[in-house]
């Protein structure tokens, strides 16, 4: 019954921006933490980034002071907004949710972000 759908992926050039979005349902998305991931071709899915039900954030120091997330819970979303995009950012993004009161995590499908040179 938890839904998370992600949208915003793409093809830009290095240096260029992209914002990736995901919204919740099925849960209470206001009293859930959440967070992005991604994995690259060949490599280990990575935690990239999340944000707690209280709005504290966190991030892998290779994005950090390019990448920033942020939620609208009147929207059921969470953001992921990505500056000054580097090529070994490609990855397929991943959007992560647990619930705080629950034993469970959900995953979105993934978006894909393809970085050029």
């Known amino acids: 019954q938890v839904r998370l759908v992600e949208s915003g992926g793409g093809l830009v050039q290095t240096g260029g921006s992209l914002r990736l979005s995901c919204v919740v349902s099925g849960t209470d998305f206001t009293y859930s933490d959440m967070g992005w991931y991604r994995q690259a071709p060949g490599k280990q899915r990575e935690w990239v980034t999340a944000i707690t039900s209280g709005g504290s954030t966190n991030y892998v120091a290779s994005v950090k002071g390019r990448f920033t997330i942020s939620r609208d819970n009147a929207k059921n979303t969470v953001y992921l907004q990505m500056n000054s995009l580097k090529p070994e950012d490609t990855a397929v993004y991943y959007c992560?949710?647990?619930?705080?009161?629950?034993?469970?995590?959900?995953w979105g499908q993934g978006t894909q972000v393809t970085v050029s040179s």
């Open positions: 992560n949710a647990r619930p705080v009161s629950s034993l469970m995590t959900y």
